[in-house]
Every structure is written in C-alpha cells, then in structure tokens.
C-alpha cells in the first residue's frame, strides 16, 4: 500500500469515524433527551390533574358542609347561591322523606371525591363531595364534567387529557358532540379520535400511576380513580423525534463522507509528491554525504520542511564537533562539582557552585536557585540577576516545577506557562527540581516533603534535550548535597537537645550557662537561673510505667515553654530536673516566673498515654547573678540549693537563695552536676 493510499485511508477513517459515531450518538442521545423530558412532561401533567382535581374537590367539599351547616329550610336557597356564584354546578339535598336538587344540577350518576361508591356505568356527568348529618340527610356538591372541563384541565396539565369509562362492563353506543359513551372508546378526550382510542385503548390495560405508550410514539399515564381523584383518565404526551430530525441527520453524514473523500484524495496527491525528493536526499545523508540539498519548492509546511533540511546538513558537522567540545566540557565541571559536595557543608557555596557550573555547561545567560520554605520559594543564589525572589509554590513557572515535581524546557511565548508576578522575566528557560531522593529521608531523619525542595532554572537562549538531561544531573546532585547539609545540621540540633522533651540538654547547658554569665557580668545585668524538679517522680514511674513517666516529662517541658518568654532558655538537666536561665531579670521576675509554672503544673493533671490522668506538682529553687553567685557555676549551685529548701519545705513550691555563695571554680568552668537532694 503506497503512502497516498495509507494517507487518504486515514484521512478519511479519522474524518468519517468521529462523524458516524456523533452522528449515532446524537440520533441516539436525542431519542433518550425526548423521551426524559416527555416521562417529566407525564410528570408534571400528572401532579397538575391530580392537584387541580383535589382542590376542586376541596371546594365542593367546602360547599357541602356550608350548606350543611344551615337550617333545614334554608339549605336549598344557600345551595342556589353557591351555585349562582360558580363553587358547584349544582347541590342536591337527599333526605330521609326525599330529595331536591338546585336547578340545573347535572343529571347522576355523580363521582364522588371520597374514592367510594363508584358505579358500573360508562362515565359520569359531574365530580360531587357530600356531607353527611346525624339525622341521615347527605347534602352533595357537584362539578359538571364536559368537554370544556376537559380542556381547563389539560391546559393546566400542559398534556392531553382522555377521560376513560368508569367501568369496562357497561356497553352504550350513545354520543353526544365528543363525548362516547362505549366500553371501548373515551367519554372525553382533547385528541383526535383515532389517538384518543389508542390512548384509551392502552389505559385500559394499565394498572394506577401506570405508564405504557402507544404505537404511535405517545407516552401514557393512568390515573384514578381514587380519593381525591375521582376520575379515570388517560394523560398523554408526544414522546418521539419528528420524521424531519432522523432525516436530516442522514444527509448531513452523507454530504460530510462526499467532501471527506474529495479532500482526502487531493491533500495525498499533493502531499506526497515532494517527500519522495525529500526521502532520497535523506538515505544520502544517512550514507555520510552532508553536502546533499533538495530544492525548495514553496512556503508551505513541505517548503520548510526542504529548507530546514539543507540547513540541518549545514550544521550537522558543526553541531557535532561542538557536542564533542561541550562533552569533555561536562566532565570537567562534573568533576569540580564533584571535589566542591565532598569537601563542604556550606549550602551557599554549594549552591553558587552547581548554579556556576550548570550555566557553563548550558551556555544559559542567567540563572537561579530557589529552595521551598513553608510553601514558598526563596531564592538562595542567583547569576545575572536578582535573587530576592519569592514565588508560592504551585504559581508561576517555577512553583508549578516545585510542586508537581516535574521539569519543564521551552518558551514563555510559545510554551506558556504564565509567569508569577514576582518572578524573573524570561523568554527561553529550562527549570528542573531537586527532588531526587536522599539518605536523610530514606533513614527517617528528614520527612519527605510532598513537593520538590527546591528548582534549578537556567534562561538564555533556546535549550535542547541535551541541556535539560545535564541541569538534571546537576539537580539531582544539588539534591544529595542538600540531604548532606540537612544530616549535617540535624546531627548538630542532636548533639544539643533532648531527643524526649525537645529542650536543650546538659551538654548545651554548660556552655549557654558560661556564655550567658559572662554577657550578665560584662553589661552589668542580672541573670536569673531556675532550678526545677518534679515531686515524686519516681512514684510515676513506678506506679505507672515509664512510658507514662515519659510523657509527663514531654507534657512539662511543654508548659514550660507556654510560660517563658522566647529570650528564655530552657534545659533538661537530666532526669526529672530542669534549669530556665531568664537573662537580664533579677529575684522578682524569677520568683513570678517560678509562681507561674507551679501554677501552670498545679491547675491541671497531665494525660499520659491517653488513659492515664496523673496530677503533678513542681518544686523550683531560684538564684540570681551576681546576687547569689559571682558566675554561672556558683549561681546554678545556688538555686540548687534552694531547690532543697523548696523540697524540704513541702514540695509545690519555691525557695530563693538565701545569699550570695562562695564561688567555687572559675567563671570559664562549666556548672558541676548538682547534687541530688534527698526525696525528690
């Protein structure tokens, strides 16, 4: 099979099959779209004959029980005044002596709006509701049913209304204008003869709120009679697609394949005719003759398909001596790129040096690294531009690379997609993410975020695939050194916190203890020191558990940080104790804090493990710098002291330092371990 030939097949499956199967779905489509708006039309007809049939029912039954609720000798008079004003076609009043009726009341037999009592007959002359009297007298109020009738009511059903016999079984061949009077025909009905037989004839055969439908196309309803709806009949409504509309679908298909073949035959003929020129220049290329030219022939798709083919033969040798260059190029950045992550742990000369590196390797004009903090981007190094720039991760160019992960090369203008507001300006970029993963995830150290840690973009002139697998080696790398970094600094906040409480722990205490001391003495201010200590812990534990002893102690250091001030520092010194340095307060502010937080453990009892409500108190001794000590050593030993006192004392309170302490030891010492005082 030749080109053309698979060319005009496709062309003309790929036009015709979509316009068959619309074709059949819209033929199809339309049929159901007709017969669910005729079921809603039946609906709604339906709802609207009953309703309009209830309240007059309701009406006539108003009319009775007025009438009945006058005197015996004047109901007849009010029943004619009723009538006169149009609430009933007529009363009659049937007592035990006899009956009457108003005047021109519509001859029996009535339907009554009970539901009950319906006669053998083949239709009835008018809708009645009655009260009945303890004396045995009925009073009825009745409705003239006739053709008129019959049209008020469909017009306010907006469907055709047939009015059905009431009993099959009784036969009368009398008409009367469009009434019929036959077991087999309708008493009334708003359709031709023909269609109102069908209809009646497919009613008679359905069973309450029964739909059927006829052969010519017409949705029916049976409704009644029941209370309320004294009545049987037949609402109908047009359920099928006109003649015209199938019609017309099929000439539309038809005219559609005609132009689909004419078209197809002539854009094969005319495509196909310069690719053969085209396909031989090509085999000579492939045999190593880059001097190989086609002519071009015109402007169109064909016509630049000629002339970029000339010009790729043009620059096929450059480009390959240049791929050369740029290779041994790579290797050797890879390789500085390489010697900078293994000798480092400083973040900004990484970056700046991968961001150096992948400009070179790109030949990109400019560039910038972003890293995402708090679903931001912010960027952290930049090359020709300004690196003050924040970008929502998720917006712009760089916030969607951040957050679906997935790296994009192009165009602003042909490309898309629309920059950020606060994003660099650009035409051509090439932006990948550092979302490679690494050893601090994978051991559970750093949680994997559920976007990319940070983008690499490059802008400049236009990018090839080449330079986007390059940046992303580069990024993968710039993602390993960051895991680096990141293991780096965790292990540094480990080194100084308490892996249970979160608090800085007795190592960082030393240091921070002799720091802070010196800054007091050399500014000439008060240092405050807290030296806390739970009652009865050792109860906890072993009452409990330690696992509930574990959390007590979370849930403690958790208060404490509610009640201190962010200049505060606080520590655990192991164990049940604690140690708040309060910088630049003296013994009233550490006595408020100290009343704070055995307030803020008194009031409420801790929840260890869910099950567990355990009540604890704290005992705090206080001591102050350079009232109680002349450095940070002798100041901590001072407020452990006082501890003592506080614990000696009854627990669930706080001792201040009774005075300054000999110092023991140098300022530049660390604080030595505080003794442990009985009972704690």
């Not at 099959?168 to 269609?195: D, H, M, Y």
């Not at 407020?639 to 000999?662: C, I, M, N, P, Q």
């Amino acid at each position: 099979m030749t080109l053309r030939t698979r060319l005009t097949t496709a062309f003309l499956v790929m036009v015709l099959g979509p316009v068959l199967l619309g074709a059949v779905f819209v033929g199809v489509t339309a049929t159901q779209v007709s017969a669910d708006r005729a079921t809603e039309r039946l609906d709604y007809a339906s709802s609207a004959v009953r309703t309009t049939v209830g309240a007059l029912c309701r009406q006539l039954q108003t009319v009775a029980e007025a009438v009945a609720s006058t005197q015996d000798e004047d109901r007849l008079a009010i029943a004619a005044q009723f009538v006169a004003r149009g609430a009933a076609s007529g009363v009659h009043i049937e007592r035990s002596s006899g009956g009457e009726t108003t005047p021109a009341a519509p001859p029996p037999p009535w339907a009554d709006c009970s539901g009950g009592g319906h006669e053998a007959v083949a239709g009835y002359e008018a809708i009645s509701a009655r009260a009945a009297l303890s004396d045995g007298t009925i009073i009825s109020a009745a409705t003239t049913v006739d053709v008129q009738f019959v049209v008020r009511l469909s017009g306010a059903s907006g469907a055709a209304l047939t009015v059905l016999p009431a009993a099959p079984t009784v036969s009368n061949t009398q008409e009367l204008g469009l009434k019929r009077v036959s077991n087999e025909e309708p008493i009334f009905s708003t359709l031709q003869s023909e269609e109102a037989s069908a209809v009646a004839q497919i009613a008679n055969g359905l069973g309450q709120d029964a739909l059927g439908k006829t052969a010519g196309g017409a949705l029916v309803r049976r409704i009644g009679p029941v209370a309320g709806q004294p009545l049987p009949v037949a609402i109908s409504v047009d359920a099928g697609l006109p003649r015209s509309t199938h019609l017309m679908l099929i000439f539309v298909v038809m005219l559609t394949g005609l132009a689909a073949i004419v078209a197809a035959w002539w854009l094969a003929r005319t495509a196909t005719a310069p690719l053969v020129g085209l396909s031989q220049a090509a085999e000579k290329v492939a045999a190593g003759d880059l001097q190989t030219r086609v002519p071009v022939t015109g402007s169109d798709e064909i016509g630049r398909l000629a002339s970029a083919f000339n010009h790729m033969t043009r620059e096929l040798e450059t480009y390959v001596t240049a791929l050369t260059a740029s290779r041994d190029q790579l290797r050797g950045h890879l390789g500085v790129l390489g010697d900078t992550l293994s000798s480092t742990h400083d973040l900004d000369r990484i970056l700046h040096v991968i961001l150096q590196t992948a400009r070179h390797a790109t030949g990109a004009t400019s560039g910038l690294v972003l890293l995402a903090e708090q679903g931001v981007l912010v960027g952290k190094c930049a090359s020709e531009m300004d690196v003050d720039v924040r970008v929502p991760i998720g917006d712009g160019l760089v916030g969607s690379v951040a957050a679906t992960g997935v790296p994009r090369m192009g165009r602003v203008d042909r490309d898309g997609p629309r920059l950020a507001e606060t994003e660099p300006e650009c035409e051509s970029y090439v932006v990948v993410p550092f979302s490679s993963p690494g050893l601090a995830e994978a051991a559970g150290i750093i949680p994997a975020l559920p976007a990319a840690r940070g983008v690499l973009a490059l802008y400049g002139p236009d990018f090839n695939d080449q330079d986007l697998v390059t940046l992303r080696t580069f990024a993968g790398q710039a993602a390993v050194a960051l895991d680096n970094v990141r293991v780096h600094e965790e292990a540094q906040r480990l080194s100084v916190t308490d892996s249970l409480t979160g608090l800085f722990n007795y190592r960082s205490l030393r240091e921070t203890l002799r720091r802070e001391a010196d800054r007091a003495g050399r500014f000439g201010r008060k240092l405050a020191v807290l030296a806390l200590d739970l009652d009865h812990f050792k109860e906890i534990n072993d009452r409990f558990g330690h696992a509930a002893g574990d959390a007590v102690l979370a849930e403690f250091a958790q208060r404490i940080r509610y009640e201190i001030r962010e200049v505060d520092i606080a520590f655990r010194q192991g164990g049940e104790e604690f140690v708040i340095l309060l910088p630049e307060t003296d013994d009233a502010g550490g006595i408020a804090v100290a009343e704070r937080l055995c307030e803020a453990v008194r009031r409420a009892p801790i929840m260890a493990l869910d099950e567990f409500s355990i009540p604890v108190t704290v005992s705090i001794g206080i001591a102050v710098l350079p009232d109680h000590g002349m450095s940070g050593v002798a100041v901590l030993r001072a407020a452990d002291e006082a501890l003592y006192l506080a614990k000696t004392s009854g627990r669930d309170t706080f001792r201040l330092a009774g005075g300054a302490l000999v110092e023991v030891g140098g300022a530049s010492g660390g604080p030595q371990a505080p003794r442990q005082a009985q009972g704690r």
